[in-house]
């Protein structure tokens, strides 16, 4: 098996197209992490523990789902911003007056 760097080497030349179906494989490879994420949290086989008390929540177990959830999200927001980052929208409204405002702008610097 070649060395990362060598993999890497070829990624750069793209040499047989090399770049684009690895940039495939990362795809699906994010694909099967997110799918992952769902089967975790369906996951109800550890969630629950009997005792003499009866049957008790695994808070343990639970918390350990949460956080391979969370790192596997992280990751995905890292590796795939546009696909699994946060969306972000910024509107805004109002008016402005460019004219004016750079008029201000050079009064104040003293310019014309």
Avoid: F
């Amino acid at each position: 098996m070649p060395s990362w760097r060598t993999v890497y080497a070829w990624i750069a030349k793209d040499v047989d197209g090399l770049a684009a179906r690895i940039a495939q494989a990362r795809e699906l490879g994010h694909d099967a992490i997110a799918e992952q994420c769902l089967d975790i949290a369906d996951d109800e086989q550890h969630d629950w523990v009997n005792t003499r008390k009866g049957v008790l929540t695994n808070d343990v177990a639970i918390g350990r789902a949460k956080l391979q959830i969370h790192t596997r999200l992280q990751l995905l927001a890292k590796w795939n911003p546009k696909k699994y980052g946060e969306k972000q929208d910024i509107n805004l409204t109002g008016k402005l007056d460019v004219a004016a405002t750079i008029l201000a702008a050079r009064k104040r610097s003293g310019t014309n």
